[in-house]
């Protein structure tokens, strides 16, 4: 397997040339006729490969199916994706990373899969994760941290996504509180977060990520056609999302990293400066009473804070907000 990495990158790294059966043969340690062997399996992936007899081989085109290797292949994190599953079908990404986790799988460890059956969303609720569409991943984190911070790696991982929104695609993002990333008003992306603990320590956390990439609109199911977008609609183009996966597992590292050295602060801000309605009026639908309120921004723990129309400000762990009706201003 890891021969067959080195194998692409060789070639990758040369993509306008040929390079030399002889020169593979050596660089890698293996006989001619295994180098030819290594072709044959690459073909069978999808990858096109020139060959020509005494010049050598050329990676002509890289193949749209994902695959483990062309998800790695340019991957330039230092731990965060390091180990890696990609399934071309699984019920949920979530489940397989439970079951990992549980067997004691590392830090770091990121499970993918092309199409998911079962995939799913907060509350029991469902995530369509159509073949080929979007980026259904999971990931495995054993932050040393208290149970009672983990929604903020949500919070961070929400950023990360805003980063990624911003540098691969040209698209500003908006968090929309707890965890739904929006592109204008529709919701491009969610985040699940699930979580093993044992009384004061994370034993670890599950962030689930659905990024819905390149459906068309009509690919969207009916049900959320009013409510969904993909990068494909907002951009009209469609992504290679080996690209999109590997500068978002990198986002997804530094800010980790930033949150473990520097603690929430500015990932605070971050997630403020990106916020969906940071500022306006929405409706707020609790304690049992529907009032207007203004966006101020979140807590440490990731908590809600708005102010009413009297400039009192209350604290909201879970309310039903009604984005689209502010009453006041
Ligand atoms: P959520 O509960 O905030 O959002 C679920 C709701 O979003 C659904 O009830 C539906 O209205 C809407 N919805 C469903 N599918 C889509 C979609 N593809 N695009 C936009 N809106 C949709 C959000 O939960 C968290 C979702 C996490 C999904 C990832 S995928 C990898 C991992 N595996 C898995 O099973 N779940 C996570």
Redesign the pocket.
């Known amino acids: 397997e890891s021969t067959r990495k080195k194998l692409i990158t060789l070639l990758a790294e040369q993509q306008e040339q040929y390079v030399s059966g002889q020169k593979l043969s050596e660089e890698l340690n293996i006989s001619r006729a295994a180098i030819w062997k290594h072709m044959k399996g690459l073909e069978k992936d999808g990858y096109k490969i020139d060959a020509i007899s005494r010049v050598g081989y050329r990676i002509v085109a890289f193949p749209d199916q994902m695959s483990l290797n062309t998800i790695q292949w340019g991957l330039n994190t230092s731990w965060l994706g390091q180990r890696m599953y990609y399934e071309p079908q699984l019920?949920?990404?979530?489940?397989l990373a439970h079951k990992l986790a549980l067997e004691g799988a590392e830090h770091g460890t990121v499970v993918i899969?092309d199409e998911?059956l079962?995939?799913?969303?907060?509350?029991h609720?469902?995530?369509?994760?159509?073949k080929g569409k979007?980026i259904?991943?999971?990931i495995i984190l054993r932050p040393p941290l208290e149970p009672q911070r983990a929604p903020q790696l949500t919070l961070a991982s929400a950023v990360a996504i805003i980063d990624m929104l911003a540098s691969q695609v040209n698209v500003k993002g908006q968090i929309k509180w707890p965890?739904?990333i929006f592109i204008q008003n529709?919701?491009?992306?969610?985040?699940?977060t699930e979580m093993q603990a044992e009384q004061d320590l994370i034993q670890y956390v599950i962030i689930?990520?659905?990024l819905?990439v390149n459906?068309t609109a009509e690919e969207?199911?009916e049900?959320?056609q009013e409510?969904?977008?993909?990068l494909q609609i907002e951009t009209e183009q469609t992504w290679v999302r080996e690209g999109l996966i590997q500068n978002l597992l990198k986002e997804i590292e530094s800010v980790y990293e930033e949150y473990v050295q520097n603690g929430f602060g500015s990932i605070k801000k971050r997630w403020e400066l990106a916020a969906y309605k940071m500022g306006d009026w929405i409706k707020v639908k609790a304690m049992r009473k529907e009032w207007d309120a203004k966006l101020i921004g979140i807590q440490n723990d990731g908590a809600l804070i708005v102010e009413d129309t009297d400039k009192a400000r209350k604290v909201l762990y879970s309310a039903e907000i009604d984005w689209n009706k502010g009453g006041v201003d």
Do not use: E, F
């Open positions: 019920d949920s990404t979530q489940s899969a998911q079962k995939g799913r969303g907060r509350l609720r469902k995530w369509d994760s159509q979007g259904w991943m999971s965890n739904d529709k919701k491009v992306a969610g985040i699940l689930g990520i659905g819905n459906q969207i199911p049900d959320l409510i969904a977008t993909s």
